[in-house]
């Protein structure tokens, strides 16, 4: 995957988690949770809707790089580059 | 498929809301799941049946905890439904039109809109109002996932801050009704819940019912690949060396699995799994008549207005203080639960408003004595104290006369008491809110065992299915 795609994909798993959110404005250097309601149960579908998806394993001392989109792309391009859409 | 496979990573005791919401979880994140239920349907305490071609909700009066997804911060059901996937608009919940709580004295409104019952607390009991800004504060900084056994008492605390006895009554009624296991007391944990969201969140329901929000559960649960078996009663939870290992069915079949969640309640459980889980087994004392009167039109109509009633006939200020406890009587006619399903702002696209009305009233019942009668006499008494019950709350001025002058405007009625509860549900003594004691982490002496839904200490329909999700997610991470 590429870095857009990779955006796409968090994109959309943010979309299903909250749908009710509006991620038209996300600005990709701010923490997401500073523009939209993101408890710690929402935040750990995260992970877990990438293990299920891509099967990438994501120890929780990494969780600090998924905290903005630009920081998550970051983290995942690596792990995900092998990995199609 | 024939029957249930021989094993499975996950098993559910119960397609109650709790059972229900586990699942949707487990089958979501690829956990092979199934549901055992003993009964011929879903649903549990909160069911619903078909009767002389009615089709009637066991409980439902409303759904707790109305904050719609747009207000922000997200209430408890709106970020219960991202766990589920399900938009705020499949549940279908229309608004409340405004409920009360009545006692000799005063009575308080209090709606969707938490400035009314302020407003009003603030009219009726000018001395107290800093005192329930205060309980307020205090119950919505509560921290209510504190997941310690011991019981915090509330009373004292209310008592602190509100010194005036009916206000205090006034507050207690519908918390205590709407969800304490405990007499005349509430654990503050659960009084904080019950007022964010009977007080500040408010009451929704869907058009239709509870049929629908199970049905949504049901097949979202289905199109995961979670399997649904009724008519599956579990027996025994088998353990090995502390460990759970599987359960044995109703009919000797065998499952295996290591992790169970047990919304059966505690005495039951403990009964399944043998002393090696470590349960309490008090089965809970408070349990409930309720009746259901059909009307031949709206319950407003008939004057009733009011989506719910809490009231109490005893007069605080006399020192005769709203009693929430077993009776000694068959049923307490001193106090109630009014509610007609008529009164809510239904939206004209679900169907709007429907033209057969109905009223439903709730009273604290004794279930040795409905847990004990002969069949004739059981169908007699059910008769008489729901007449008694239904003229005790006209005699109170908060309900209209369907037992006499409006009496032809009833259709039909079902009463169901204690001894209904306990044999749709298994819940002994009719306990619907169970056990005194709650196990607010879920965990039991045995390894994989762990216990959700109401004994987990999270009632009604909106707790019983978060906390179906939270021991979920915790299987799960
Ligand atoms: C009359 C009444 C009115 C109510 N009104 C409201 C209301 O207006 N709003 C609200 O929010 N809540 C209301 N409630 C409360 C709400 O219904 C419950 O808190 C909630 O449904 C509890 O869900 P649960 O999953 O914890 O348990 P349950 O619904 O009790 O589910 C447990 C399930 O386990 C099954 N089971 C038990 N033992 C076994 C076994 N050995 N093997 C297989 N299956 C087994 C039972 O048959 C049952 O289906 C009401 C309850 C009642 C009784």
Same mark, same amino acid.
């Given at each position: 995957?590429?870095?857009?795609?990779?955006?796409?994909?968090?994109?959309?798993?943010?979309?299903?988690?909250?749908?009710?959110?509006?991620?038209?404005?996300?600005?990709?250097?701010?923490?997401?949770?500073?523009?939209?309601?993101?408890?710690?149960?929402?935040?750990?579908?995260?992970?877990?809707?990438?293990?299920?998806?891509?099967?990438?394993?994501?120890?929780?001392?990494?969780?600090?790089?998924?905290?903005?989109?630009?920081?998550?792309?970051?983290?995942?391009?690596?792990?995900?580059?092998?990995?199609?859409? | 498929?024939?029957?249930?496979?021989?094993?499975?990573?996950?098993?559910?005791?119960?397609?109650?809301?709790?059972?229900?919401?586990?699942?949707?979880?487990?089958? =979501?994140?690829?956990?092979?799941?199934?549901?055992?239920?003993?009964?011929?349907?879903?649903?549990?305490?909160?069911?619903?049946? @078909?009767?002389?071609?009615? *089709?009637?909700?066991?409980?439902? %009066?409303?759904?707790?905890?109305?904050?719609?997804?747009?207000?922000?911060?997200?209430?408890?059901?709106?970020?219960?439904?991202?766990?589920?996937?399900?938009?705020?608009?499949?549940?279908?919940?229309?608004?409340?039109?405004?409920?009360?709580?009545?006692?000799?004295?005063?009575?308080?409104?209090?709606?969707?809109?938490?400035?009314?019952?302020?407003?009003?607390?603030?009219?009726?009991?000018? /001395?107290?109002?800093?005192?329930?800004?205060?309980?307020?504060?205090?119950?919505?900084?509560?921290?209510?996932?504190?997941?310690?056994?011991?019981?915090?008492?509330? *009373?004292?605390?209310? *008592?602190?801050?509100?010194?005036?006895?009916?206000?205090?009554?006034?507050?207690?009624?519908?918390?205590?009704?709407?969800?304490? +296991?405990?007499? =005349?007391?509430? /654990?503050?944990?659960?009084?904080?819940?019950?007022?964010?969201?009977?007080?500040?969140?408010?009451?929704?329901?869907?058009?239709?019912?509870?049929?629908?929000?199970?049905?949504?559960?049901?097949?979202?649960?289905?199109?995961?690949?979670?399997?649904?078996?009724?008519?599956?009663?579990? @027996?025994?939870?088998?353990?090995?060396?502390?460990?759970?290992?599987?359960?044995?069915?109703?009919?000797?079949?065998?499952?295996?699995?290591? =992790?169970?969640?047990?919304?059966?309640?505690?005495?039951?459980?403990?009964?399944?799994?043998? /002393?090696? &889980?470590?349960?309490?087994?008090?089965?809970?004392?408070?349990?409930?008549? $309720?009746?259901?009167?059909?009307?031949?039109?709206?319950?407003?109509?008939?004057?009733?207005?009011?989506?719910?009633?809490?009231?109490?006939?005893?007069?605080?200020?006399?020192?005769?203080?709203?009693?929430?406890?077993?009776? $000694?009587?068959?049923?307490?006619?001193?106090?109630?639960?009014?509610?007609? +399903?008529?009164?809510? @702002?239904?939206?004209? &696209?679900?169907?709007?408003? %429907?033209? $057969?009305?109905?009223?439903?009233?709730?009273?604290?019942?004794?279930?040795?004595?409905?847990?004990?009668?002969?069949?004739?006499?059981?169908?007699?008494?059910?008769?008489?104290? %729901?007449?008694?019950?239904?003229?005790?709350?006209?005699?109170?001025?908060?309900? +209209?006369?369907?037992?006499?002058?409006?009496?032809? %405007?009833?259709?039909?009625?079902?009463?169901?008491?204690?001894?209904?509860?306990?044999?749709?549900?298994?819940?002994?003594?009719?306990?619907?809110?169970?056990?005194?004691?709650?196990?607010? /982490?879920?965990?039991?002496?045995?390894?994989?065992?762990?216990?959700?839904?109401?004994?987990?200490?999270?009632?009604?329909?909106?707790? &019983?299915?978060?906390?179906?999700?939270?021991?979920?997610?915790?299987?799960?991470?």
């Amino acid at each position: 995957m590429t870095r857009p795609e990779i955006r796409g994909v968090i994109l959309d798993i943010l979309e299903n988690i909250a749908p009710d959110e509006d991620l038209t404005d996300l600005n990709d250097s701010d923490p997401f949770r500073e523009q939209m309601e993101l408890d710690s149960m929402d935040f750990l579908d995260i992970v877990m809707e990438l293990r299920k998806r891509y099967r990438v394993q994501i120890p929780e001392e990494d969780y600090p790089n998924l905290n903005t989109m630009n920081g998550t792309v970051d983290y995942l391009e690596p792990k995900l580059a092998d990995t199609p859409v | 498929m024939a029957g249930p496979a021989s094993q499975y990573d996950v098993l559910i005791i119960g397609a109650g809301l709790s059972g229900l919401a586990a699942g949707i979880r487990l089958a =979501h994140y690829e956990k092979r799941v199934a549901i055992l239920e003993r009964h011929t349907t879903i649903g549990g305490l909160n069911s619903f049946y @078909q009767l002389r071609g009615r *089709r009637h909700d066991v409980g439902l %009066h409303a759904v707790t905890n109305f904050r719609p997804p747009t207000l922000k911060p997200l209430g408890p059901l709106a970020k219960l439904l991202r766990q589920l996937r399900i938009s705020w608009d499949e549940f279908d919940l229309a608004p409340q039109c405004g409920s009360r709580v009545v006692m000799p004295g005063a009575s308080l409104r209090f709606t969707n809109d938490f400035d009314r019952l302020q407003s009003d607390v603030a009219e009726r009991f000018p /001395d107290q109002i800093d005192g329930f800004k205060q309980l307020d504060a205090a119950a919505m900084s509560a921290d209510t996932f504190d997941e310690s056994r011991e019981f915090q008492p509330s *009373r004292e605390r209310v *008592r602190s801050l509100i010194t005036n006895p009916l206000l205090e009554d006034l507050l207690f009624a519908p918390v205590l009704f709407y969800g304490s +296991p405990t007499p =005349h007391d509430c /654990d503050w944990r659960q009084f904080a819940i019950l007022w964010r969201a009977l007080y500040r969140e408010g009451f929704g329901r869907p058009r239709d019912g509870v049929k629908p929000i199970l049905k949504t559960l049901t097949k979202r649960y289905k199109a995961l690949g979670g399997d649904l078996w009724l008519r599956h009663g579990v @027996q025994a939870i088998r353990s090995n060396g502390g460990k759970t290992v599987g359960v044995t069915l109703d009919d000797g079949t065998e499952i295996d699995a290591p =992790h169970i969640l047990s919304s059966a309640g505690l005495p039951q459980t403990a009964a399944m799994a043998g /002393d090696a &889980a470590d349960l309490p087994t008090d089965p809970g004392p408070l349990s409930f008549v $309720e009746s259901i009167s059909v009307l031949d039109r709206p319950a407003s109509e008939l004057g009733y207005d009011d989506t719910v009633t809490f009231y109490s006939t005893r007069d605080p200020r006399a020192g005769d203080r709203f009693r929430y406890a077993n009776p $000694e009587d068959p049923c307490d006619l001193t106090s109630g639960i009014a509610c007609s +399903p008529d009164n809510y @702002q239904y939206f004209e &696209a679900s169907g709007g408003p %429907h033209d $057969e009305g109905c009223l439903r009233l709730t009273v604290l019942a004794n279930p040795e004595y409905w847990a004990n009668l002969e069949p004739d006499v059981y169908t007699r008494e059910k008769a008489r104290w %729901h007449a008694a019950a239904l003229d005790a709350g006209r005699d109170f001025d908060v309900l +209209p006369d369907v037992t006499g002058a409006q009496a032809s %405007h009833v259709l039909d009625t079902d009463v169901f008491t204690p001894k209904t509860i306990t044999r749709f549900t298994g819940h002994p003594n009719g306990a619907v809110y169970g056990s005194a004691t709650k196990i607010r /982490d879920g965990r039991t002496g045995l390894d994989g065992l762990h216990v959700i839904g109401t004994d987990q200490g999270y009632l009604g329909i909106v707790g &019983a299915m978060l906390s179906g999700v939270s021991i979920a997610n915790r299987l799960l991470t």
